[in-house]
């Protein structure tokens, strides 16, 4: 009989803190880089974090063999619609304390913010025709907090180009970060997939011009330049307002690939200027993936880890830290 109480009591005592536990809200995070995408069921699949540990290449008039694959313990799901991409993203965000800042089509942007006001910072990218006065008024009347996706790369186009010079004048300006992708994109970009992407045009020293010209524009550069480490440090080192995010590659290139890059930019002195990023797309199960990397990072402190999932967010946007609680 004592035994049975004495395991009632330790039943009682386990389920109480579990419950406690459970309330217990986690520490802020902010990812700074999310797609706000309709779903195409038609083109939404499953897919294996870490995928391009394979670059299997392609044969010339030969189909490219497919470098998404599943075959691995816990595929990622995609969702199946734009209601069921919203209601599995905000309530991971919620059930993780994440503030994302999304780019991307303005319905579903809309649609996120209107449902998770908290949760959602929209930005505003340089959609084709948009001229430079509407692209102010977007920034001024108070939806939209930061510029970018911007990705000239794709057009095979530097950022420096002096077609984007008079928008990057406008969030100088009005005091807006902007995110630029300077990076890869995996397997043949350039010759099966987006025929103007240009791999020299995510060389971090691009940034240089723009840099000289807006001598108060803050920079993110997404997908932290990889692979070009040494570029990137040399540019951080140059100028104090660059920062970086880890969107994109920490879930899609090999493990060891990842850690050496950021363990690099850590060790050269740069784990302020870290921001966490995703990337995410259709598959909301990304959040704890790419979580997980960094949880995983046995080479960085808390104190560091605090500072890529937060502290340097709040610190380059200049946002209320007590806001995010
Ligand atoms: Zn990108």
Redesign the pocket.
């Known amino acids: 009989m004592r035994n049975l109480v004495l395991a009632f009591t330790l039943a009682l005592t386990t389920l109480s803190s579990i419950k406690a536990q459970e309330t217990k809200k986690p520490k802020p995070i902010i990812d700074v880089h999310v797609h706000a995408m309709k779903i195409n069921p038609a083109f939404s699949g499953d897919l294996c974090p870490w995928f391009l540990s394979n670059m299997p290449g392609a044969i010339p008039g030969k189909p490219a063999p497919s470098f998404i694959d599943t075959d691995c313990a816990h595929p990622l799901k995609a969702a199946k619609s734009d209601e069921d991409f919203q209601q599995q993203l905000l309530a991971t965000a919620e059930r993780l304390n994440i503030t994302f800042v999304a780019s991307g089509d303005a319905e579903v942007l809309h649609r996120w913010k209107k449902a998770a006001p908290e949760r959602v910072i929209p930005s505003i990218g340089v959609a084709p025709g948009m001229s430079v006065e509407a692209f102010e008024d977007s920034l001024s009347n108070g939806f939209y907090q930061v510029m970018g ?1 911007i ?1 000239p790369q794709y057009q095979g186009k530097s950022p420096a180009d002096m077609s984007l010079d008079e928008y990057f004048a406008v969030a100088e300006k009005l005091g807006i970060p902007v995110g630029i ?1 300077m ?1 890869t994109g995996g397997n043949g970009m350039a010759n099966l997939t987006q025929p103007n992407y240009r791999a020299s045009m995510g060389n971090p020293f691009l940034l240089e011009d723009v840099l000289a010209r807006h001598p108060n524009l803050k920079i993110w550069v ?2 932290a330049g990889y692979p070009m480490i040494d570029e990137m440090i040399a540019l951080m080192g140059a100028n104090a307002y660059v920062y970086v995010d880890l ?2 590659f920490i879930w899609s290139y090999p493990l060891e690939e990842i850690h050496m890059y950021l363990r690099r930019l850590v060790q050269a002195g740069f784990g302020k200027r870290i921001l966490y990023g995703t ?1 995410l797309m259709m598959w909301p199960e990304l959040l704890e993936t790419s979580i997980g990397v960094i949880e995983n990072a046995n080479y960085l402190s808390e104190d560091q880890k605090r500072d890529i999932f937060f502290n340097n967010a709040i610190r380059f946007f200049d946002w209320d830290p007590k806001k995010f609680e």
């Open positions: 996706e990705a992708h990076g997404m997908h969107a994109g990337d």
